[in-house]
């Protein structure tokens, strides 16, 4: 086992100002914490974030990062909590623990196409600093290495199938290929251990062919450059079995016909090198046509820089060779942790081909800005995705959404159809208005109905510009025709209080300047024709209200166009209503016990709910204000009690809150008065409940 001062000199090598002390302190902690705790290997638990932390040193990161390597786990698998952490090693090591310890716990379930790619810039977006990743690429490199001791052959496939689309991928995109390779060999083995043996038998058989093909092409390479008088470095190596496996599928090709199972590797001193070093190469072996690639002058999206060519060596076999130079090999094999302390003008090039993609561009900002050290800690922060938010379905689908966007967009989301008719939403298994602004990593559920419809009041928290426009299309489509409906039974019941039937003989349009009776109610309905200037052609009486029994029926007029439900005293169905005719806004419902009604009759409209709907939905918000004994147990009692009566709470708040006693405010939604009365019921016998009051 590596010890504390062995760890701290390895850092020292890199770094002579790194505080040892503070290294120190956390190998201990670290040791301590996880006490006796063991691996799946048996190993001491502490093996692992040591080893995480010595592959950090190893990339030279500075000191908080090595720490967090150690600390990594104390969080999720020892019982530490955050503000302990951050007490005893500050908020930056805190955070970066925190950071990784999140990650963990997202599980990746794989659903369909471009899932993986959305998941990776999800788990990019949530990182919020770059070593949060990369301290999770080498966790999940330690973790690799000792899959083989984990039982389970389910979970070592879920583990191996998002290294493979995840982590790998992420490896790849920062440029690490040695973890890449590495984690996606091991992820491979366990996925098609078939396929796996398949393709290792097959190299044993082309490795066994050739007399050390290998070491005899190294040294006719090494021959050819020396007659040349360029000063290079040669080495050979075997692909490794998924490189091969993913090269045979893309290409539709047997082992047999996979030119660079075996790759040279040249590395020279200047860029001019390399393309000269190209030459000999092509003097001296027959080339195969169409192999050659120049990453130098046009590099990978990930910054690789290299020249690849494919020959024919001296034993009659296809082979690959790359040319590069020395910081160019650092750069492929280690990634972004290559630059980590290096002013890296030439290494991530601003105007490269990468610019299209929004996650390196701004990898390369942050490594261009920065100019010292501290400067690229202080500039570490992934604000590549700072204008999205990623939040999953239930299912695990993921939703990708603009920053701020709230459950609604959520809704619209998903579909135009979800959105409106969307009733509510649970947000990580809490029900929650509709408005509640969304965060990375949320679950949202959304609860449709078919009597539900878009209100309103949702253009003014949605922000994604589908929502808003369905939102709105929604409400123009329906304005004209509630308003119709809204003026025509305002007319009726207008002349019914003049116990004259209305039909429309009853009036002439000219005298109103209007074509169509559409075009009439209409008007009627906004109050572009004054309800004065129609009613005193028929009535009489100023205080029309109490002339007779007819009503205005409220069946089928959708809340928040024509017809609005007073916010003052929330009335619901079936409750004893008033409507009060306020054009343009239309018709408000008031309860009858509502104070804010003016008792001026000349715009009261008596409203009755329909007789016959039979929806079974919590359409209605009600508010509850419960008092009850300060006990333990009373909060549980009251949203059992709701929610048995099957009504939905929306919103909770404490008030008046003493030794004794506290008043809980409580919005839900409830289909009707009657079921209302039934809750208030219910409420009122339960244990320590004391009042029941609506507001
Ligand atoms: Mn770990």
Redesign the pocket.
Known sequence: MLTSSELISLVKEYNPDANAELIRKAYIFAMEAHGTQRRASDAPYFY??LE?ARSLAELKFDVSTVVTGLL??VLEDASVNLEELEEIFGAEIAFLVDGVTKL?KISYVPRRINQAENFQKFLLAISCDIRVLIIKLM?RL??MRTLNYIQSIEKKEKISLETLEIYAPLAERMGMSIVKDEIEDIAFYNLHPDEYSAISRKLDKIRNKGVNFIANTVDELKKTFENASIDANISGREKKAYSIWKKMQKRNLPLEQINDIIAFRVIVESVQQCYQALGVIHTHFPIVPGRFKDYISVPKINNYKSLHTSVIGSFQQPMEIQIRTAEMHRAAEEGIAAHWFYKSGDIFPGKSKSANYAWTKNLTAILQNAGSPEDIMTHSKLEMFENEVFCFTPRGDLVILPYGATAVDFAYGIHTTVGNTCAGAKINDKIAPLCTVLHNGDQVDIITSPYHHPEAIWESFAISGKAKSNIKKFIKVHEKAEFITLGSRLITYLFSLANIHFTEDSISLDRFSCVTFDEFYYKFGKGIIPLDRVRDLFLKSEDWITICENHLLLTDLLPGIAVHYAECCNPILKDKVIGIFAPPKGLVVHTTSCNRIEKSGSTMVRVKWSDNRDDTDNSFVARLCIGTLNEANSFATITNIISSTGAHIINLKMEHRSVEFFDLLVDIKVRDAIHLDELQSNLRIGTNIRSVRRL
């Open positions: 692992h974030p995480v990594h786990d963990s966790d330690s973790n």
